[in-house]
């Protein structure tokens, strides 16, 4: 099992930054891919962003190039989404998840997920 627990969410005026956080605790042995979802209210999950194990490979959601950074460190089994440019279309729940394979943008082939941090953008 692997626990996932989110922080950095919050209340940004449009235009501004947020940095998320995920620590990973439990088996987590190397090789496993950590990556980001959203999910807004009446909306579908949709992939973010994710990362490879030795944080060589990124690949990013359409909506979110050029804002969004993903990055990891491994010393602290820890991933960060550094959200720059922010838009209300941002709001969302945003998820870290985790799994062995290779970065998929389908959620359900992610196998352990985060509580989910709330990220809310004003206009």
């Known amino acids: 099992q692997v626990q996932l627990v989110e922080s950095g969410g919050g209340l940004v005026q449009a235009g501004g930054s947020l940095r998320l956080s995920c620590a990973a605790s439990?088996?987590?042995?190397?090789?496993?891919?950590m990556g980001w979802f959203r999910q807004a209210p009446g909306k579908e999950r949709e992939f973010v962003s994710g990362?490879?194990?030795?944080?060589?490979?990124?690949y990013y959601a359409d909506s979110v190039k050029g804002r969004f950074t993903i990055s990891r460190d491994n010393a602290k089994n820890t991933v960060y989404l550094q959200m720059n440019s922010l838009k209300p279309e941002d709001t969302a729940v945003y998820y870290c998840?985790?799994?062995?394979?290779?970065?998929?943008?389908?959620?359900?082939?992610?196998?352990?997920w985060g509580q989910g941090t709330q990220v809310t953008v004003s206009s």
């Open positions: 998840v985790v799994r062995r394979d290779a970065i998929d943008d389908t959620w359900a082939l992610w196998d352990y």
């Open positions: 439990g088996r987590t042995n190397s090789n496993y891919i």
């Open positions: 990362i490879s194990w030795t944080g060589i490979s990124t």
